[in-house]
């Protein structure tokens, strides 16, 4: 029997694509792949602990077929996660730390293939300049817009969901940072309508950490970049607060899973009085904010 084990090893790691049995971190489940049908789904998790209603929202739409997680940095460890918690065929994991991994033409397929992909936290920074003009944005937008399967991300894979992202390839800004000189740490690190493409969030950033790290003050800033720079209007932000998510279904309606808040905000009056290099921000009476 041992002898037999191994050789069905020398036959799995020495076939195939290399690269793509290289950057997969392991299989859960059955490897064999499965299509079922999926229902488009967005979810905008804010890090720390996941929340398992929300992983189990994304499982019921996709059908229980294949699962994949990607991420730059990190393990296996949502294998076993998400397969333990509820039906699906298997999970795998592709670790994409470069752009020449992003061009793998085999690892966007299995993207293409999943019937629900999870984008892990780490740092934003990464995936935007890995992963932007490459297959594997192809296949995430793929899976959102043509397939219609369950999208999700925590923390940095939650921040590149929205269709006006944060990017912080210069740094991270904090909020009174961010509030002391709109320019200075953010610089040019908001993009607009480049990268990930799901439905619903037009003119609108996420931010995640929300309550933990006090990111009200930056995610305020951020929208009113997007006046100030682009004349965007009816601009709106998503805060996701730890250990909680926003979950928002194919007809466009939010269920917020987890044991914080999600915060809701949306241009309330006229852009702000001053908004510029080197200065305070100044929005009196800016955003509305809904807290749930």
Request: proline letters at 2%; hydrophobic letters at 40%; glycine letters at 10%.
């Amino acid at each position: 029997m041992k002898n037999i084990f191994i050789f069905y090893l020398v036959l799995l790691f020495s076939s195939g694509d290399k690269s793509l049995v290289a950057q997969s971190l392991g299989i859960t489940g059955d490897a064999a792949d499965v299509t079922t049908t999926t229902t488009q789904g967005i979810v905008l998790m804010g890090g720390g602990t996941d929340v398992d209603a929300a992983i189990k929202w994304m499982i019921n739409k996709s059908g229980g077929g294949d699962f994949v997680v990607i991420r730059a940095s990190g393990t296996n460890a949502y294998n076993s996660y998400i397969y333990g918690l509820g039906s699906v065929n298997s999970v795998e994991t592709f670790l994409i730390n470069s752009s020449t991994l992003a061009q793998n033409a085999s690892i966007a397929q299995a993207i293409r293939n999943a019937e629900g992909l999870f984008i892990a936290g780490g740092d934003q920074s990464d995936y935007v300049t890995y992963w932007k003009n490459s297959p594997i944005e192809d296949a995430i937008n793929y899976l959102i817009n043509t397939k219609k399967a369950p999208v999700g991300g925590t923390s940095a894979g939650c921040a590149i969901l929205t269709k006006v992202y944060y990017s912080a390839i210069s740094s991270s800004v904090t909020s009174s940072e961010a509030l002391a000189d709109p320019y200075g740490s953010i610089g040019q690190d908001i993009s607009y309508d480049d990268f990930i493409s799901s439905p619903f969030l037009d003119n609108t950033i996420s931010d995640t950490h929300y309550l933990v790290r006090g990111r009200q003050g930056r995610h305020a800033t951020f929208l009113a970049r997007m006046i100030k720079d682009k004349s965007l209007t009816n601009v709106k932000g998503i805060g996701v607060d730890e250990k909680t998510a926003v979950c928002i279904d194919e007809t466009g309606k939010a269920i917020v899973f987890g044991s914080s808040n999600a915060v809701f905000i949306r241009q309330f009056c006229n852009g702000p009085e001053t908004c510029a290099a080197g200065q305070k921000l100044t929005w009196n009476h800016g955003v509305k904010v809904y807290s749930v």
